[in-house]
């Protein structure tokens, strides 16, 4: 059987790995999208449709590497609360099915900008602006799952901390990120005016999240000793 230090390894490579797609599936391929002008939108997709197409790939790897992580955090760490786990787990799982049923919003645009006949009854301009419609779609989807980003991240700290595996301010810093997430996700939803504004307040309190990585990653795991004497 995995030593708890290599069960923590795997974890880290994982999350490590899922960080670095992330990120470039964040900032790589978002210039594409020109959020008040459609026709420049469709222009940039339409210059650089083997990049879009990547972008798409690059979300499903993304939400592929969460898959794998989640079941190795949960692995490593079920024995120290079983329902914490699971819970971790599930949240994890909606967000995923979310994220996944989001990537239609993101494949929309590419069948509304080929030349199929049936689609000769709308014209460019109202073409354009479905293109946008549907990426604007695809936004909403992504600041809805990121309340399971944020959600996850609490029985996760919650066991990061209950373990013994880790100092336990790593485990503070992953219920300060859950919040941070939350807070941003709920505000997206329910007052959008504010969400660059809560977005700024928040941003930090989502760095919480970035110790524990490089904890797992660099120093692993170490089993609590038992008592002297047992």
């Known amino acids: 059987m995995d030593s708890i230090k290599a069960k923590a390894h795997r974890a880290g490579a994982l999350y490590f790995l899922f960080l670095v797609v992330g990120l470039v599936d964040m900032f790589g391929f978002s210039y594409l999208i020109v959020q008040e002008d459609a026709a420049a939108t469709v222009r940039n997709i339409l210059a650089a449709e083997t990049t879009y197409r990547l972008g798409i790939l690059t979300d499903f790897v993304t939400l592929l590497i969460f898959m794998f ?23 994890v799982s909606v967000g995923v099915a979310i994220g996944m049923a989001n990537l239609f919003n993101k494949m929309a645009p590419l069948i509304l900008l080929k030349d199929s006949g049936y689609l000769s009854v709308f014209s460019k301009p109202q073409i354009d602006a479905l293109v946008l419609g549907f990426l604007r779609l695809n936004t909403s989807g992504n600041n809805l799952a990121a309340a399971f980003w944020g959600l996850w991240l609490f029985p996760f700290g919650i066991l990061v901390i209950k373990s013994a595996f880790f100092p ?5 810093l992953l219920l300060i990120a859950g919040f941070g997430y939350l807070t941003s996700s709920v505000t997206s939803i329910v007052l959008p005016a504010y969400e660059h504004l809560v977005s ?27 008592p002297s004497g047992t």
Request: aromatic share 10%; hydrophobic share 60%; glycine share 6%.
């Open 69 to 91: 992580l989640i079941v190795s955090l949960y692995t490593l760490l079920k024995d120290a609360d079983r329902w914490h786990a699971l819970l971790m787990l599930l949240l």
């Open 168 to 172: 336990r301010v790593l485990g503070v």
């Open 200 to 226: 700024r307040v928040t941003m930090p309190l989502l760095l919480g999240e970035f110790p524990i990585i490089f904890w797992l990653l660099i120093k692993g795991a170490k089993a609590p000793q038992s």
